[in-house]
């Protein structure tokens, strides 16, 4: 268990003064104390204590300190009973009002300056302050309400969360080779936050999961509708259904996954044919109610597939089993089928790197010139939605992908035809400055050359060279990246995006 410390000033206002209240508190303290060791018997330490308290006129004031299992907002609720009988039975006081001020949230660590902008924005935090082995956040004034509601344990696994991410250090080694005006930022906030206080997302308990509610997925169709009709359809693109669950014999074919980022796959185990194998396993369940993992290893077959963690892999297989001719090229086709497996690279943050999510991916097949034209109408097509239908503050990068020899890394960033790819970056505020701060990838724009053809063994007539590409529009982070800026209000959005949103949400 990670080591949290909270710590506020208790107040308690009475209904009257007496002289006799510090005497009647005095007798009680020790029981008092007993109640606040209750839940942590075992761990007295991650009890919660009394530091100091006083009276003066009708304010009862109590200092408390907690660490992980008894929280000092519970500590308080605790006192206000034990109090409230003591002093309306002995004196007839009543306590009017409970309130805690300079609630602090103590976290035994140092968290990065993204982290901090993150925990910023959380409801009802009023400063942060991260030193070189600890983070105390300190919050507002808070009422009884906010105490005997889930808000603060909310807050202090939100901080956790927040802590545990790993954030990449931004460091402007892709160059940027175009980039929008500064746009008007609504929202300054992590989506994710408050995503999660509107209800607009639920966390789930897979790591890098959630649930996207109504209004969320609304957004999100609405956003998915615009990027189909503007860069896939009248970009020429065709739709295709893709499977999601990729055997390795297709697999092993991807240029970089098995070979270096094996890691960042999920794998799948086909279930035995014969349904008595797993006899046992059903039994113990029944008898334990929890999963047996060492049975369930006995019965399943070795991994032979993974969850498809690029989406475009079924495309090359498709390509590979045609002959292509000159007079058939270019060829251009799209899915938005479904959701994309894999842990993101830099580790799970927010809504913006998940391991569960939805893109829509164009792949591209024809003469290296087609290729190459085909890439740069669809940057440009991504970045009319950025900068003209979204109104979001856009920049596009030249870069490698990881599978791209270091040799082969050194382009020249403004001859199209050198460049492996083109990324569409969004600006999210809550990261912090925009000159400094990590910018989000919503679309890489890549032409492969012949590395795929290669790899699957694409099939031409004679003489003919062809090359391909492929563009993921990653619709879950353009959602992200258009909250970041724009937030959660429709009367921040534009005008296209309110109407269609409405038309999906309907009611």
């Given at each position: 268990?990670?080591?949290?410390?909270?710590?506020?000033?208790?107040?308690?206002?009475?209904?009257?003064?007496?002289?006799?209240?510090?005497?009647?508190?005095?007798?009680?303290?020790?029981?008092?104390?007993?109640?606040?060791?209750?839940?942590?018997?075992?761990?007295?330490?991650?009890?919660?204590?009394?530091?100091?308290?006083?009276?003066?006129?009708?304010?009862?004031?109590?200092?408390l300190?907690?660490?992980?299992?008894?929280?000092?907002?519970?500590?308080?609720?605790?006192?206000?009973?034990v109090?409230?009988?003591?002093?309306?039975?002995?004196?007839?006081?009543?306590?009017?009002?409970?309130?805690?001020?300079?609630?602090?949230?103590?976290?035994?660590?140092?968290?990065?300056?993204?982290?901090?902008?993150?925990?910023?924005?959380m409801?009802?935090?009023?400063?942060?302050?991260?030193?070189?082995?600890?983070?105390?956040?300190?919050?507002?004034?808070?009422?009884?309400?906010?105490?005997?509601?889930?808000l603060?344990?909310r807050?202090?696994?939100?901080?956790?969360?927040?802590s545990?991410?790993?954030?990449?250090?931004?460091?402007q080694?892709?160059?940027?080779?175009?980039?929008?005006?500064?746009?008007?930022?609504?929202?300054?906030?992590?989506?994710?936050?408050?995503?999660?206080?509107?209800?607009?997302?639920?966390?789930?308990?897979?790591?890098?999961?959630?649930?996207?509610?109504?209004?969320?997925?609304?957004?999100?169709?609405?956003?998915?509708?615009?990027?189909?009709?503007?860069?896939?359809?009248?970009?020429?693109?065709?739709?295709?259904?893709?499977?999601?669950?990729?055997p390795?014999?297709?697999?092993?074919?991807?240029?970089?996954?098995?070979?270096?980022?094996?890691?960042?796959?999920?794998?799948?185990?086909?279930?035995?044919?014969?349904?008595?194998?797993?006899?046992?396993?059903?039994?113990?369940?029944?008898?334990?109610?929890?999963?047996?993992?060492?049975?369930?290893?006995?019965?399943?077959?070795?991994?032979?597939?993974?969850?498809?963690?690029?989406?475009?892999?079924?495309?090359?297989?498709?390509?590979?089993?045609?002959?292509?001719?000159?007079?058939?090229?270019?060829?251009?086709?799209?899915?938005?089928?479904?959701?994309?497996?894999?842990?993101?690279?830099?580790?799970?943050?927010?809504?913006?790197?998940?391991?569960?999510?939805?893109?829509?991916?164009?792949?591209?097949?024809?003469?290296?010139?087609?290729v190459?034209?085909?890439?740069?109408?669809?940057v440009?097509?991504?970045i009319?939605?950025?900068?003209?239908?979204?109104?979001?503050?856009?920049?596009?990068?030249?870069?490698?992908?990881?599978?791209?020899?270091e040799?082969?890394?050194?382009?020249?960033?403004?001859?199209s035809?050198?460049?492996?790819?083109?990324?569409?970056?969004?600006?999210?505020?809550?990261?912090?400055?925009?000159?400094?701060?990590?910018?989000l990838?919503?679309?890489?724009?890549?032409?492969?050359?012949?590395?795929?053809?290669?790899?699957?063994?694409?099939?031409?007539?004679?003489?003919?060279?062809?090359?391909?590409?492929?563009?993921?529009?990653?619709?879950?982070?353009?959602?992200?990246?258009?909250?970041?800026?724009?937030?959660?209000?429709?009367?921040?959005?534009?005008?296209i995006?309110?109407?269609?949103?409405r038309?999906?949400?309907?009611?």
């Open positions: 268990m990670r080591k949290i410390q909270t710590e506020t000033e208790g107040y308690f206002i009475l209904s009257k003064s007496d002289e006799r209240i510090e005497n009647t508190i005095q007798e009680k303290l020790d029981e008092s104390k007993m109640i606040l060791i209750k839940g942590a018997e075992k761990d007295p330490e991650n009890a919660c204590f009394i530091g100091e308290w006083k009276v003066t006129e009708n304010i009862l004031k109590v200092v300190y907690s660490g992980n299992l008894v929280r000092s907002h519970i500590g308080i609720l605790r006192l206000k009973k109090f409230a009988k003591e002093l309306g039975e002995k004196l007839k006081i009543g306590i009017r009002k409970v309130l805690a001020k300079n609630f602090k949230i103590i976290l035994f660590e140092y968290i990065d300056e993204i982290a901090v902008n993150k925990v910023k924005s409801p009802k935090v009023k400063e942060i302050i991260s030193e070189k082995d600890r983070t105390i956040v300190q919050l507002e004034d808070l009422e009884e309400a906010d105490l005997r509601g889930n603060i344990d807050l202090i696994n939100l901080i956790e969360e927040v545990k991410e790993k954030h990449v250090s931004y460091e080694i892709q160059p940027i080779v175009r980039r929008s005006i500064e746009k008007r930022i609504e929202f300054n906030g992590d989506p994710l936050i408050t995503g999660l206080e509107l209800g607009w997302v639920v966390q789930f308990p897979g790591r890098g999961q959630f649930i996207y509610t109504s209004k969320y997925a609304a957004l999100f169709e609405t956003i998915k509708s615009i990027l189909i009709e503007e860069i896939a359809k009248k970009g020429g693109f065709k739709p295709f259904l893709l499977p999601k669950l990729i390795f014999e297709v697999m092993r074919k991807m240029p970089g996954y098995f070979d270096s980022i094996p890691e960042g796959m999920f794998y799948v185990c086909p279930p035995p044919r014969e349904p008595e194998a797993f006899d046992n396993f059903k039994l113990e369940y029944k008898l334990k109610k929890e999963v047996p993992i060492d049975e369930l290893k006995k019965v399943l077959k070795d991994p032979a597939y993974v969850l498809a963690p690029a989406q475009c892999e079924p495309f090359w297989y498709y390509y590979s089993v045609i002959t292509h001719k000159s007079d058939t090229l270019p060829l251009k086709y799209y899915d938005a089928s479904g959701y994309t497996y894999r842990w993101e690279g830099g580790g799970v943050e927010g809504l913006v790197r998940v391991t569960e999510f939805q893109r829509i991916e164009l792949t591209y097949l024809g003469l290296p010139e087609q190459v034209n085909i890439r740069d109408e669809i440009e097509r991504g009319n939605v950025a900068d003209k239908i979204l109104d979001l503050e856009w920049r596009v990068t030249a870069a490698a992908p990881f599978y791209v020899k040799s082969s890394a050194k382009f020249d960033p403004y001859n035809k050198e460049v492996p790819a083109y990324d569409i970056e969004i600006y999210l505020p809550y990261r912090g400055p925009r000159e400094t701060s990590e910018w990838e919503v679309a890489g724009c890549f032409v492969h050359k012949k590395k795929f053809v290669d790899s699957f063994k694409i099939k031409s007539e004679v003489d003919l060279e062809i090359w391909t590409g492929c563009t993921g529009l990653g619709v879950s982070r353009w959602v992200a990246a258009f909250l970041a800026e724009k937030g959660f209000k429709e009367e921040n959005w534009p005008a995006v309110r109407e269609k949103y038309e999906i949400l309907g009611g």
